[in-house]
């Protein structure tokens, strides 16, 4: 695809279940970034990835938050047993090489848990 | 912690009038990059500069970089309403962005 892309775009879920937001970042990006961005507040990262580098998870909130990055490409952010305060918008974006280029952001994810 | 911080939370002003916003940031950097949001949603890159760069333009927009006073301004002149937006500075290095700037542009 020409951008990048997240699904699902709206997830309404209740209290302590599971979900999954998925990432398809531009074709040929390394880099990969998650933030969360709370209603009328700023970008919180979560995690980056780097091509076959480990990731830096260091903005993680709690361990109930997880994300993993199959073959370079796609990325999928987990986070079990979900909470009221983990309703936000999930963003997604994709860079071409390294923390210093332009980041192409996905629409977002919203998540609402009840 | 936030890495940059933009200055004012909110700004309203009539179109066509200038918009200018300040960004502040705590630790060195390689460059500098403003972003749009409108509604919440994704965000799109406008601009960077780099570290030894003082001034970029683009369009209506104007960039200026003082590494000095870590701080970085973002100007767009003669505004229109389809500016209205929430406009983020980010020292990627960090990986950070700012609060946000939201601008309403008044028809």
């Known amino acids: 695809g020409a951008g990048v892309s997240q699904s699902p775009s709206n997830k309404v879920t209740e209290k302590g279940k599971d979900v999954e937001l998925r990432c398809d970042p531009i074709s040929g990006h390394t880099a990969l970034y998650w933030y969360r961005q709370s209603l009328g507040q700023g970008l919180e990262f979560l995690i980056y990835f780097q091509g076959n580098s480990a990731p830096d998870k260091s903005g993680l909130p709690s361990d109930r938050f997880s994300a993993e990055r199959t073959g370079g490409s796609v990325s999928t952010l987990t986070i079990q047993r979900t909470q009221q305060e983990d309703s936000a918008v999930y963003l997604c974006?994709?860079?071409?090489?390294?923390?210093?280029?332009?980041?192409?952001f996905g629409e977002g994810s919203r998540l609402t848990v009840l | 912690s936030q890495q940059g911080e933009e200055d004012p939370q909110a700004l309203s002003i009539q179109e066509g009038e200038n918009a200018t916003m300040n960004c502040s940031y705590k630790t060195s950097i390689n460059n500098l990059q403003w972003y749009r949001q409108n509604s919440g949603r994704g965000l799109v890159h406008l601009i960077l500069i780099r570290s030894n760069e003082r001034e970029k333009h683009s369009g209506r927009l104007r960039v200026t970089l003082d590494t000095s006073k870590k701080s970085s301004s973002l100007l767009i002149t003669a505004s229109r309403a389809a500016d209205t937006a929430s406009y983020f500075c980010?020292?990627?290095?960090?990986?950070?962005f700012g609060t946000g700037t939201r601008l309403t542009i008044i028809p």
């Open positions: 974006a994709s860079s071409l090489r390294d923390r210093a280029g332009e980041l192409f």
């Open positions: 980010a020292t990627h290095e960090k990986l950070t």
